[in-house]
């Protein structure tokens, strides 16, 4: 039989167990609720225009509001893959890694569409999608426009991997929300699943007892 080679927690009965873990989750409980106040107040934020910029897909010219289709609104993530890189930012694919199959099919009905935005050429994310079997998501080039310097997704020739979250009316399209560093952590189901573990992500930021398994962050 396998076992853990790491140091563990301490072993109670069930009555203490059970009393431990209800203390935790009326906490959690707690952070639920905060939560939802977070979310009510950003979905009171204002909005900004935004220009129709004109990517590069696959199939060659594609516009911003092209990325919508027959939806509303848009969650683009900007993909860290710098011009001479050949292969993409590793947490950026790891997110990516995190999308469902069948993410489109599961957006649809709250009329929003996801797509990848980067630097490099399409011939590069071609290649890089091609390689992590990501058919079922789009991918775009802002190679020839200056998508990611005017919005703050490359500073100093050095990218900025986050979110852009997009509404489209009838007077145009708008950036409703925007988020990076950790607050793309949203969109990260496996890191949910492992924070739920007892060991966490085992990254050496967590605040874990000691003993614990922890590896550089990120790293």
């Known amino acids: 039989m396998l076992g853990t080679k790491h140091a563990t927690p301490p072993v109670v009965g069930r009555d203490d167990y059970e009393r431990t873990l209800a203390q935790q989750v009326e906490v959690e409980k707690e952070l639920t609720r905060f939560g939802d106040r977070v979310s009510a107040r950003r979905r009171r934020l204002p909005m900004t225009p935004i220009e129709d910029y004109r990517f590069v897909g696959v199939d060659g ?20 893959f710098h011009p001479d890189w050949d292969d993409g930012c590793p947490s950026c694919t790891w997110a990516a890694d995190n999308m469902p199959r069948d993410l489109d099919r599961l957006l649809a009905p709250r009329s929003v569409a996801f797509a990848m935005v980067s630097r490099a050429r399409i011939e590069k994310l071609q290649a890089w999608r091609q390689r992590r079997g990501w058919d079922h998501l789009v991918w775009v080039s802002s190679a020839e426009t200056t998508f990611n310097t005017d919005w703050g997704w490359t500073v100093d020739e050095q990218d900025q991997p986050g979110y852009s979250y997009m509404l489209r009316t009838d007077d145009g399209i708008f950036l409703t929300y925007r988020t990076q560093r950790r607050g793309t952590e949203a969109h990260l189901p496996v890191a949910a699943i492992w924070d739920r573990t007892v060991y966490g992500r085992q ?5 874990s007892p000691q003993g614990w398994p922890q590896d550089p962050t990120y790293g």
């Open 203 to 207: 990254q050496d930021y967590e605040d």
């Open 61 to 80: 010219p594609v516009r911003l509001d092209d990325l919508f289709g027959d939806r509303s609104q848009l969650v683009l993530q900007s993909f860290m």
